[in-house]
């Protein structure tokens, strides 16, 4: 049992610290940011981001990787380094910060999460992670349009800045790895007020699927009402939801919003809540049975 827990939490170091300035260099991090850094590890992206001379906050679950991270950086006064979950951190109220980080993937949806809903996210974040979910939450131009991308869009930007080697970890990973880059809207294009029903318009939109997207919002759009929005927004009238961009959801988001009436918004509100629900309770019976 001892051995499958390791291996669960285990992560691939990156080898060379040239690569690290790299892309650190590829982040534009300067001497006057504030950069949070998940799980530093043994050190090697802490380096290159002090040399930048930027204030660093690395926070390290494990401890005795936390024993001697905290002594190799004893002399520098820019960096404090915690001993925590980063997942129970309080991350900056108000103060403008950047994240950099080499995380553990079996974390990745709930670290981008927790960036993605605070109250104040950080300006930009860097996280290398397995590419597979980069495309899962970047969506188009890397993969369609999943659920996950098309919650973020509104208030954040993400793209692909760098593809690794392999090589370029230990232990060698059996998947590829690139950095992510989420960059937060300077502008949000759904108001802070709608921000919940968007949400719910797009869990409702996704968890109502049935053989194409007209079917699955037939209780919310008319046949006529779905027809024009397919032709002004410019996609097939039996398309299924991830056959949509970003933009064409935003469209349909923006008619609903005008157009529809309250007794139909009232069938999407609360989606988001609920589906949430559904997957917490098939988490329980999963954990029950194991």
């Keep these: 049992m001892k051995n499958k827990i390791q291996i669960k939490h285990s992560q691939n170091f990156l080898k060379s610290p040239k690569l690290v300035e790299k892309l650190v260099r590829l982040a534009k991090i300067r001497s006057n940011d504030l950069v949070y850094e998940i799980g530093p590890g043994k050190g090697i ?3 290159q981001l002090l040399r930048t001379g930027a204030r660093v906050v690395a926070i390290e679950k494990d401890e005795r990787l936390f024993q001697k991270i905290k002594q190799k950086f004893q002399r520098d006064s820019r960096i404090k380094i915690f001993y925590g979950d980063f997942l129970k951190w309080n991350l900056p109220k108000r103060e403008r910060y950047k994240i950099f980080s080499n995380i553990p993937f079996n974390l990745t949806a709930q670290i981008i999460g927790k ?4 109250v104040n996210p950080p300006e930009e974040s860097y996280l290398i992670i397995q590419e597979e979910a980069a495309k899962r939450f970047a969506g188009l131009p890397y993969s369609k349009e999943k659920q996950y991308s098309l919650l973020l869009k509104p208030w954040f930007e993400m793209r692909i800045l760098y593809r690794f080697k392999a090589t370029d970890f230990y232990p060698v990973p059996k998947v590829n790895i690139v950095l992510l880059k989420i960059r937060k809207r300077e502008k949000p294009l759904v108001e802070k007020k ?3 029903l968007y949400r719910d318009f797009i869990v409702y939109g996704f968890n109502h699927w049935k053989p194409s997207l007209k079917k699955g919002l037939k209780k919310i759009f008319s046949y006529q009402q779905f027809s024009r929005l397919a032709r ?3 996609f097939d009238i039996a398309a299924q939801p991830t056959d949509l961009t970003f933009e064409q959801w935003l469209g349909l988001f923006k008619y609903f ?3 529809i009436g ?4 009232f069938l999407v509100k609360g989606a988001e809540r609920w589906l949430r629900k559904q997957q917490s309770r098939l988490q329980k019976i999963h954990r029950t049975r194991l």
């Design 45 to 47: 992206i802490t380096d």
């Design 194 to 196: 709608n921000s919940q």
């Design 257 to 259: 919003l005008v157009n």
């Design 262 to 265: 309250e007794n139909k918004k």
């Design 232 to 234: 002004d927004l410019r």
């Design 115 to 118: 960036i993605t809903s605070a």
